[in-house]
């Protein structure tokens, strides 16, 4: 027989995943584990740090040119991350 306050192990994983908090970790983690499928492995190359903080991500390249590159194709990134 069931206790009333049993729940299953794959609810409880969903709502601490779903706590803002860590859905923000859990993102920008599946994020750089893939951000050279995503964006190449040149520019995952000149990547110095991805952080995602308040919905606003943050990329740290060593390349003054490509930062700049970046900047220009902010839409089609974003759409890449989407995407994803």
């Known amino acids: ?3 009333q306050n049993e ?12 706590r803002p908090k860590i859905a923000s970790k859990l ?17 995952a190359g000149y990547t110095e740090s991805l952080s995602l ?6 990329i740290k390249v060593s390349s003054a040119p490509l930062r700049q590159e970046l900047m220009l194709n902010q839409e089609l990134i974003l ?3 989407n995407h994803f």
Do not use: C, P
């Open 1 to 3: 027989m069931k206790k």
């Open 7 to 18: 729940q299953h192990i794959n609810d409880l994983l969903k709502a601490f995943v779903a």
């Open 53 to 58: 903080s308040k919905g606003r991500l943050t």
């Open 79 to 81: 759409r890449k991350i």
């Open 27 to 43: 993102y920008t983690s599946r994020l750089k584990e893939n951000w050279s499928q995503l964006m190449g492995t040149m520019i």
